[in-house]
């Protein structure tokens, strides 16, 4: 199995360790591909759409992305970290999900995420765990992936040094499980295809934000019979 673990801030505490118990809770790792935010994609999207109209190895911040892209797509579990900053994510996360805001269902979809599982790993101090994860989690839907897990906990503390020992033993206790339930091969949910066969809909009727992303649906064989997730049926 294939990993990529993207934390959502440079340094290495709570959110960092718990990403890094999950991974070793598996024994299958091939290759574990880490990103550090913001020091991997320090820089923000500035809305040039150039990904939109002329693709996303135009993006100007593609030398940062285009690592990570390979990674992601490459990988069978995504694992994202991220501390609670006023309960969202932290804007270094926030900005590497808006950099690939062309992946959306409502856009240019990628095939292989269909395939994939993820899991959204969030520490906060007491509160605003579960408006972080989701932040991760709509993108991450939208993108097509099916089977996402959570884990939002409560530090308590600044340093991982400094979190109790109950509290860690419970995040610990949580991550076991959702390393067990990943065990099984991912299924694409009823959710999934249909939010896909809405946006088939939106491309049939040429409602598509660009012509591009109507080629592209186009090309895919998804405005005929073929779907993403057929393949790994
Ligand atoms: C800018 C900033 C904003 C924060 N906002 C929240 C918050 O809204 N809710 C919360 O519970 N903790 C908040 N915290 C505390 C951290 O989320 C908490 O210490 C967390 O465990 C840090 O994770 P890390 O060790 O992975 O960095 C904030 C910390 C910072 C620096």
Redesign the pocket.
């Known amino acids: 199995m294939n990993v990529t673990i993207i934390h959502g801030?440079n340094?290495q505490?709570?959110?960092?360790h718990a990403g890094r118990f999950l991974v070793n809770q598996f024994n299958d790792v091939e290759e574990l591909h880490e990103f550090f935010l913001p020091d991997d994609l320090p820089v923000f999207c500035i809305g040039c759409y150039r990904c939109m109209h002329e693709g996303e190895e135009y993006c100007p911040h593609y030398q940062y992305l285009k690592p990570i892209t390979q990674a992601i797509e490459s990988s069978d579990l995504l694992i994202f970290?991220?501390?609670?900053?006023?309960?969202?994510v932290s804007a270094p996360m926030k900005t590497l999900l808006d950099h690939y805001f062309t992946w959306w269902d409502s856009h240019r979809p990628k095939a292989t995420m269909y395939n994939k599982q993820a899991v959204i790993i969030s520490?906060?101090?007491?509160?605003?765990?579960k408006s972080a994860i989701q932040d991760i989690k709509t993108s991450l839907s939208h993108w097509g992936i099916s089977n996402i897990k959570i884990c939002g906990f409560?530090?308590q503390?600044?340093?991982?040094s400094d979190v109790n020992q109950k509290n860690k033993h419970n995040v610990q206790q949580k991550l076991i499980k959702i390393a067990n339930s990943l065990k099984q091969p991912p299924h694409p949910q009823i959710k999934t295809k249909a939010m896909f066969m809405i946006m088939r809909v939106t491309q049939l009727k040429k409602w598509s934000a660009c012509q591009k992303d109507y080629d592209y649906w186009q090309e895919q064989g998804w405005l005929g019979k073929k779907r993403p997730w057929k393949s790994y049926e």
């Open positions: 801030q340094h505490e709570s959110s960092y970290t991220t501390p609670v900053y006023c309960f969202h520490s906060g101090a007491g509160a605003g765990m409560r530090s503390a600044i340093h991982w």
